[in-house]
């Protein structure tokens, strides 16, 4: 209690007045800072420091961030070459090592922003003390006994992996110690993960194999949490609550590990081999993407906070409750990264499926969208006949793009991670090097879409970890409409140390968000965040509403069809032309694959005022010619004559160009497979004649508009 006011005391007297900590020479470490060194002066706070000498300063917070068990920090190589051989530490499952660690690298920085996150949150975790106990009596070979003099170096109870020597027991139980002191009994099952049993004399060490098995979540009342933006500058309220979290034995909260797999089970930590003069060391404490580099591991998170509002639901892994699956990882050319599937079991069931009460807008405040059941009984109004048909298409192509799930992310590829019903992506790296430049990406248009309908959904999901929108959505998303290829995207912003905040634009800056940690964040906020979730289906309608009304011609020469309006006659529209549900599925698919083939800018011929402006793409002009080719005779008059027969004709030559990814949506729900383990149930899917799948005919297609923002203004 006195502790506690000690420390309010002293955070009322840094709020009043200034933070003071002793720590770094109270210098706002920043990027491109560092230590003295032959030939080079320090570099602290942004500026050089000629008089100073003989200071460590960088160097300190490079270890007291490892420390605490933010491991993208750079490892010292002094650290490094004295690695702790008896038990795992966290300075073990390092990061990747920096060349010069008395430099603050793009490491040191990120390192400093995940601190300052979570030094924000009301959760955190204090590593249990001591670090290891000893043996009280000396253990035979064939004991399943052991007596230790430290309770509250272990967990209060089973199971967990203890080392003592070179052999690593299962403790299966804690039971009473023998005296009213501080020992315990842990019983044990020896010689596990392929070690032999063996004698252990009395005073032999026994240590704790896995880093999280050390940590207690705690709360973390206001007076020590970090209240400032996410800069990465190590502030003076940084290391303000820096030196709290060090006096507190505070670590990290949110543990991510990586398993090798028995029967598809959790069964020992990875190892993650020896290399650059680095010895082997178990993936117990991972940060980076490239950080465990073998594709056998599955990656679970261990998660000592209430970050999430999590459902009641049994846990992936019901011997080790603790886990929460994540994914595993994966390399595609140049890039690697993380990726969740739900054909590998990365994926919640079915609370991370994309089902219509997850997806679409809630019937009540508090309560979930209607079922597949309930749309097809309410088919008759117009409106809920709208709501059928359109989530029958976004399902449909999500199961190309998502697979289905909210939950499911690639960050292995050029676009640094993907996720949602049209897996927008975080932005396309130009090269794989560290400076190459980033283009805009989809996510950031999501994202700003998100901000400005629901501040609450956004703060859960992004805002409260720091990362902002570079341009908001306004009244109708404009400033982020790229009207040649009728998409929405953006960039991510960070806030600026001393006000202000500024757009990422090189890979080394995006590819924080392949990390395993931001890895689990949109994951979390994927299965957890009802409005984050529920805003996807307004983002996937906007973009099928876009698409679908993009003039079929350019505006400089005379439209090829017009087709009645309420107004007179009009030019006609994708929508116009292609009308069934399974065509309009297949436009949507591909314009999330191949945007400019579906809908394109102007030649170069055309004045720069008309030529950026969207028009039927290349694809889809060359299928629709096509079929008016093959059979004029269904294709007489404007597209409001059209039959059937003409829309199946359109339909079957993009079918032909399409690839796999459309005809999956052709033949949907036909190649669902039972390893995705969706509960949609299908069975209860309209049938159009030719089985429960989208509708054919002609005009069936009618988007859902009830909720939308109101169409761009263009010229």
Known sequence: MLDDLGRMFSWL???????VSGLYGEFDLRPGDRDPGPGRPARYGGADRPGVSGTTHVRDLHRDLRELGFLLAPEEAAENAAADTAADTAADTAADTAEDTAEFTTATWLAVMEFQRYASLSDAATERAPRAATLLDEVPPDASLLHVSAASAFPPRGPFRVLAGEEIMEVTAVTTARTIGTDAALKVTRGVEGTAAAA????AEVALIRWSD????VHAPFYERYADPVTGVVNAWTRFVLRRWKEGRRRCPIVVEAWELREGRPDRLHTIPAAEGRPARRAGNVWGAREVTAAGPRLYVRDLTSTWRRPSRPPIVPERPELDVTGDYRVLGDYAGPRAWPEFGHTWRPEGEMLPEHLLPATEP????PTLGHLIEAGDSVGDKAALGTYKVVRAVSEVEAIGYFDCMNAYDRAFVSLGPCHWTAGLATGPSPASAVDEGELWGFIAYLKATDRYAFAQAVGRF???????????????????QRKYTGRPALPREGGGRYELGKVEEYDLFRGWHWFYRLQMAGRTVDGFRRAMWDMARLRLRDVGETPWDGPAGPPA?????PDGPRPARIKDVITSERGMAIVYRWHIRAPANMVSAGPASEPPETRRIGRAGPVLRAACEAAIRQEPGLFTGSPDTWGDAAEQALVAHLRAQGGASVEYVHEWP???????????PY?????????????????SFHLDTRGLPPPLQEP
């Open 466 to 484: 720091g990362v902002d929108v570079g341009t908001e959505w306004g009244q109708d998303g404009a400033a982020l409409f790229e009207p040649g």
């Open 200 to 203: 252990h004399a009395r005073g």
């Open 366 to 369: 508090g309560g979930s969208g």
């Open 561 to 565: 069809w017009t087709v009645p309006g």
């Open 214 to 217: 050390r940590l207690v979540p």
């Open 670 to 680: 036909r190649q669902v497979s039972a390893s995705r383990g969706f509960t949609l």
């Open 683 to 699: 069975e209860l899917l309209p049938d159009h004649g030719d089985g429960r799948r989208l509708d054919p005919a002609r005009g």
């Open 13 to 19: 007297v840094a709020a009043l007045v200034r933070p």
